[in-house]
């Protein structure tokens, strides 16, 4: 597997979404590629996670349960409304933020975040 | 009106609906006392089923009274028999599960505020199989409530998941008859969407479904 947290060099951030339900994954993943258009952004199922995670190797993710692949692997991530509870838990290299209502503004700070840590 | 209480989703798909050419969003609510509150004039509102202070179903007679020919679109993740009865009943005009994609969220909310039938055939069948198994609601039909042959028709077009368009392309008529007969059925039958005259329509028998 690649080495996300080396720096990017010439590659575009990248964030992996694979959090339920779909509708939501999809209008964060939109949202974020129209105020983001640098970033790279993929989608998964749920249960693809791990494995998207070997072939995409991101630089954030977010999910709705983080995987042990998910906290060894990769340095941003969170988990998004985890069993449909309106608190999000966000671990940004090894800090955890707890948000007991995530504003999609949020999202996107955590991202410039990731992109500021990775560089 | 985008009724959601996960805030970070409802921020998205505005900021979504807002791209779209034929969409504003003009106001945004988190529970049902927030929306009651709601001051402004809206034409579609979408609400979440499943908010802090109780069910988006309760919702929807409220939002008829201060806003006149709204039409709402049901957003949900447990879309159960029991609740699809609910908030067919209660007049909505579609419901959207929330495994759908975002792009199939819009393009329903389009739909239903095009007047449209928006489920397909199979989804139509299962709701009205659904519905006649639970009862439901009386609703006031007219007692001269009967329908003619040509909106007989266009009820079991809507059966098919047609829309306005397939509907008078299916039947040889302009769009802006179709549009006439299907007003008719609503009104005869006391309904507020093509869905819930269907749903009226298969209790009392006037059409079947496969």
């Known amino acids: ?119 | 009106m985008l009724v959601e209480d996960h805030h970070s989703f409802r921020q998205a798909l505005t900021f979504i609906l807002n791209l779209e050419p034929d969409f504003t969003v003009v106001a945004e609510a988190d529970s049902l006392a927030k929306a009651r509150a709601v001051l402004e004039k809206f034409d579609l509102a979408i609400v979440d089923l499943a908010l802090p202070d109780g069910n988006g179903a309760d919702l929807i007679e409220d939002l008829r009274r201060t806003n006149p020919g709204v039409t709402v679109l049901i957003l949900s993740a447990t879309l159960d028999e029991a609740n699809i009865v609910r908030v067919i009943d209660a007049g909505a005009a579609g419901v959207v599960d929330k495994l759908a994609g975002a792009n199939e969220i819009v393009q329903e909310a389009r739909s239903v505020r095009a007047g449209a039938t928006m489920p397909r055939q199979t989804e139509v069948v299962e709701m009205l199989r659904t519905i006649a198994s639970h009862g439901g609601k009386n609703h006031e039909v007219r007692p001269d409530a009967r329908l003619t042959a040509r909106e007989t028709e266009v009820l079991r077009a809507l059966v098919e998941g047609l829309d306005n368009e397939g509907i008078a392309e299916k039947l040889g008529i302009t769009l802006e008859e179709e549009q006439n007969h299907l007003a008719g059925i609503l009104e005869k039958l006391g309904a507020r969407s093509g869905l819930q005259a269907l749903t009226i329509a298969a209790r009392r028998g006037v059409i079947e479904f496969p």
């Open chain 1, 1 to 119: 597997m690649d080495t996300p947290s080396s720096g990017l060099g010439a590659r575009k951030l990248r964030i992996l979404l694979a959090n339920e339900p779909r509708a939501y994954r999809e209008a964060i993943a939109q949202a974020l590629h129209q105020l983001r258009p640098d970033v790279e952004i993929e989608t998964a199922e749920p249960p693809d996670l791990d494995t998207s995670i070997r072939q995409f190797v991101p630089d954030m993710v977010i999910c709705s349960e983080a995987t042990d692949t998910v906290r060894s692997n990769v340095r941003v991530w969170v988990e998004l409304y985890p069993e449909h509870n309106s608190r999000s838990i966000a671990n940004i290299a090894g800090k955890y933020e707890e948000y007991a209502e995530i504003q999609f503004s949020d999202l996107l700070s955590i991202v410039d975040r990731t992109e500021d840590l990775v560089r």
